[in-house]
């Protein structure tokens, strides 16, 4: 019969698998934003595996204490941990839960976990909430925050055939000129991704827009 979540119980789980020769240059890659236990990422989708064969996923009004429980701690794994759990939970998200996930988007920002948590549980919840989820999204993209601008630019990056050409040419055109490097690198990789269910939309959009180097040539990347 499986327990109920337990936070120090997963710590200790991550602990015992603390390697320092693999957390240096781990942090190394992040440009040592953050220190890293040195778990890597087969591992520790393993470990948490593990973990929820004999706890259950915290409930749902406990979820953000735990979330935060991990979010706050130093080493970079339990962020990832922390984003694998809600993703987890993304069935019971909603709109509602959007201001929480801008905290998290804003705290510890850097490009992995932000784009883990734009495309993967802020996406579905705009999916499930078209009008409401959308508008909140054209909002996030006039924030003075450039990682929750950049959630925005993104997070309708696995919707193919459903995204919405309005709101992501709306989106984009507010940051087309940007200098920020992460920016112009999450248009085009959105625009490059929209580009495999339609080409000639995203050729026409960059032809029109007035879009940065770096954007056009990764948005045109894998255009013939």
Do not use: C
């Amino acid at each position: 019969m499986k327990q109920q979540w337990d936070t120090q119980g997963f710590i200790k789980l991550f602990e015992a698998n603390r390697n320092q020769e693999q957390a240096i240059p781990m942090a190394a890659y992040m440009k040592n934003q953050f220190p890293f236990l040195g778990i890597k990422t087969p591992l520790r989708k393993q470990l948490l595996t593990q973990y929820l064969a004999e706890y259950h996923l915290p409930q749902r009004q406990h979820f953000s204490t735990v979330v935060m429980e991990l979010y706050h701690l130093p080493e970079r794994e339990y962020q990832y941990a922390a984003i694998a759990v809600l993703e987890r939970l993304k069935a019971q998200l909603s709109i509602e839960d959007l201001p929480f996930l801008r905290r998290l988007i804003e705290s510890k920002s850097w490009w992995d976990s932000v784009d883990a948590i734009a495309s993967r549980i802020v996406g579905p919840i705009v999916m499930n909430n078209r009008r409401v989820g959308t508008q909140i999204m054209l909002d996030w993209s006039q924030a003075g925050n450039m990682w929750t601008n950049r959630a925005a630019i993104l997070h309708q990056l696995k919707f193919k055939g459903q995204t919405d050409t309005a709101a992501l040419s709306s989106i984009i055109s507010k940051h087309a000129q940007s200098s920020d490097f992460f920016i112009q690198k999450s248009i085009g990789w959105a625009l490059r991704e929209y580009a495999k269910t339609d080409g000639e939309w995203v050729r026409q959009f960059v032809a029109a827009e007035p879009l940065q180097a770096l954007s056009k040539r990764e948005a045109l990347k894998n255009i013939k």
